[in-house]
């Protein structure tokens, strides 16, 4: 009898050991799970690491030589050059294009083409209605010659980095417009 009863006392403990298990096989699994997700949030990174500098060697590194800085004028000009780029193995050449003017002060500011609004590529005094200005014609977007948006557009144009070297014009990667805001 007593040893029956014994086993009864432990049978009516081993349920709740039993939970109290089967929770801590929970947590070990949750904890697993988080380090596993932690883990990968390790290595994602350091793949972009590995991949980014290449793609960004190109477009942020080396200046490209477009064209004199004599035949920079107050208004507009529209410029196009190439950059080769290098990803690894692979060679390309992006043909890119740029509006280039000289402001009252002297800074030479040099626009990208492409519409802050959807991408199309804007024009200079390509619209009769809007003299001295450049105008997208895929939906009516404005900007000023320093690239300043008017309408349409949420952002002004972006700009390409300059320098000027020996009577060039170089240009570098294309960041937010600093002329205006
Ligand atoms: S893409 Fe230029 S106005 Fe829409």
């Not at 007593?2 to 049978?11: A, K, P, R, S």
């Not at 000027?164 to 937010?176: F, K």
Request: proline fraction near 6%; aromatic fraction near 10%.
């Amino acid at each position: 009898m007593n040893h029956n009863h014994n086993d009864e006392h432990e049978e009516s403990h081993k349920p709740p050991r039993r939970t109290e298990m089967s929770r801590r096989q929970f947590l070990t699994y949750t904890l697993g799970g988080a380090t596993a997700y932690m883990a990968a949030g390790v290595v994602i990174p350091m793949v972009r690491f590995a991949v980014d500098p290449i793609l960004q060697k190109g477009e942020t590194g080396d200046f490209v030589k477009v064209v004199e800085s004599s035949k920079i004028t107050a208004e507009p000009q529209e410029f196009d050059f190439e950059l080769k780029q290098q990803d690894g193995w692979y060679n390309s050449t992006a043909q890119l294009t740029a509006w280039i003017r000289k402001a009252d002060d002297g800074t030479i500011i040099a626009l990208s083409p492409i519409c802050k609004h959807l991408g199309c590529l804007v024009g200079w005094n390509n619209n009769e209605s809007h003299v001295n200005e450049f105008y997208c014609p895929c939906h009516g977007a404005r900007y000023t010659p320093d690239g300043k948006n008017l309408a349409v557009a949420p952002k002004p144009l972006d700009m390409y980095t300059v320098k000027e070297d020996g009577g060039w014009i170089y240009l570098g990667e294309i960041i937010p417009n600093t002329v205006v805001n």
